[in-house]
Each structure stands twice: as structure tokens, then as C-alpha cells.
């Protein structure tokens, strides 16, 4: 019930085209919703989040959709770049309960941009 | 603001030596920090959860023994490996929850242990 299943595992887009990345969890409890970018060797970077009292969020180029009903969630990347070329994670907590700060990540995208 | 440093980012060690990864919170007081660890390719996964002043808590299968945690400040968290071996090589991660803040996690920039 703490699984958080990310799909595709890989994705390889063209310079200016759209990446979507799917996760989908599993326990009602988790109430706060992050993304997170990783270059290689390096720790995981926050891009954006969302909790379950909106179903969209937007920062720049970035938009997460959230559908409740379904237990699921998306990163949408517009107008990919060569630079968004990284592993993303989803991953969900439980942010108003004493679990909260514990993490469970979903398996990891490898995006590549192609010029 | 809510930096979380690690250090060393990468260390080499003999199988059967103890390794000690520091993570700090730089400027902000954290009473929570996470350790994860991570293998080549794959997802992050929660190994404790280091609480300043008291004992860390362990996910299931995770030895305890075998993995220090000291959380003796609101801005320093250790992880000891003892007496590591080549299986014990991976990727560890800290992350630390920002005290009174809103929903704000922090990850460190991580460290490599290999043990050769």
C-alpha cells in the first residue's frame, strides 16, 4: 500500500517537444505530492509539488496534473530542452502525519532530450 | 535558504573498515533528517529516519547494527557504515525537514561510499 508506480522508465523526446511522466500510488493516507530532478551523481533536486485540493499545478514549464479519484499523478514537461536531460522521481508523503518527510519514491524516469 | 550539505561526496574504503557520512543543515535547524539509499539506476529508499536528542528509527530490513545514525544536534545527522563490505557500496542521501517550515524537504548533494 506505500507503492508509488512511475511509468515509462525510460522516454526519449525531441528538442521542443512534450515529456509526460505517470505515477499512480496506492495509499489514500499520502496528501503531498513532489517531483524531484537527479543528475547523475548528484542528490535529487525538488521541481515542483501539488497536494490533492487541486488537480493542476503549473511553474514555468512544468505542470503537474493530479487526479484524485484515480490515485494518480503526472509531470508534464513543455518545450523540452537538451538540459531537462535527467532521472526524474516521483514520490508522496504523508504531510500532516508523524510520517511526514518520509518519502517513498516512485522507480525513476530517465528522460533524454535530443537536440 | 534550507541547504543541506554532505560530506565526503565520495570515499573509498577496505572491506571491513567503519565510514562515517556527515550531513549538515546549513542554515536552518533541523530536528528530522532522512537517510536513503540509492543504487545504480534505481529509486531511492528510505533507511531511517535520525530525530535529534533520541534514537533513530529504522525501516524494516534495515540493520541497525550495521548502520550508525547520530542525530546529537538540530544541525548535524551521521551515518556510521561499520565494518562495511562490497555490498555496502551505494549511493547514501540525506534529507532534512526544515523546523516549523511548510512542507519544505531538503536533499543533500549525497555521498559515494565504495568499498573495495
Known amino acids: 500500500q506505500q507503492q508509488v508506480k512511475q511509468s515509462p522508465q525510460s522516454l526519449i523526446v525531441q528538442k521542443g517537444g512534450i515529456s509526460i511522466i505517470n505515477c499512480a500510488y496506492e495509499?489514500?493516507?499520502?496528501?503531498?505530492f513532489p517531483w524531484y530532478q537527479q543528475f547523475p551523481g548528484k542528490g535529487p533536486a525538488l521541481l515542483i509539488a501539488?497536494?490533492?485540493?487541486?488537480s493542476e499545478k503549473k511553474e514555468g514549464r512544468f505542470t503537474i496534473s493530479f487526479n484524485k479519484s484515480a490515485k494518480q499523478f503526472s509531470l508534464h514537461i513543455m518545450d523540452s530542452q537538451p538540459g531537462d536531460s535527467a532521472t526524474y522521481f516521483c514520490?508522496?508523503?504523508?504531510?500532516?502525519?508523524?510520517?511526514?518527510?518520509?518519502?517513498?519514491f516512485g522507480q525513476g524516469t530517465i528522460l533524454t532530450v535530443h537536440p | 535558504g534550507a541547504v543541506v550539505s554532505q560530506h565526503p561526496s565520495r570515499v573509498i574504503c577496505k572491506s571491513g573498515t567503519s565510514v562515517k557520512i556527515e550531513c549538515r543543515s546549513l542554515?536552518?535547524?533541523?530536528?528530522?533528517m532522512f537517510w536513503y539509499r540509492q543504487f545504480p539506476k534505481k529509486s531511492l529508499m528510505l533507511m531511517a529516519t535520525?530525530?535529534?536528542?533520541?534514537?533513530?528509527?529504522?525501516e524494516q530490513g534495515v540493520e541497525k547494527d550495521k548502520f550508525l545514525i547520530n542525530h546529537a544536534s538540530l544541525t548535524l545527522s551521521t551515518l556510521t557504515v561499520t565494518s562495511a563490505h562490497p555490498e555496502d557500496s551505494s549511493f547514501y542521501i540525506c534529507?532534512?525537514?526544515?523546523?516549523?517550515?511548510?512542507?519544505?524537504?531538503?536533499f543533500g548533494a549525497g555521498s559515494r561510499l565504495t568499498v573495495l
Open positions: 514520490a508522496a508523503t504523508d504531510a500532516g502525519g508523524t510520517s511526514y518527510g518520509k518519502l517513498t
Open positions: 501539488i497536494r490533492p485540493d487541486v
Open positions: 542554515d536552518f535547524q533541523a530536528t528530522t
Open positions: 535520525s530525530n535529534e536528542g533520541s534514537k533513530a528509527t529504522y
Open positions: 495509499n489514500t493516507a499520502f496528501d503531498y
Open positions: 534529507s532534512a525537514r526544515v523546523l516549523g517550515g511548510a512542507n519544505v524537504l531538503t
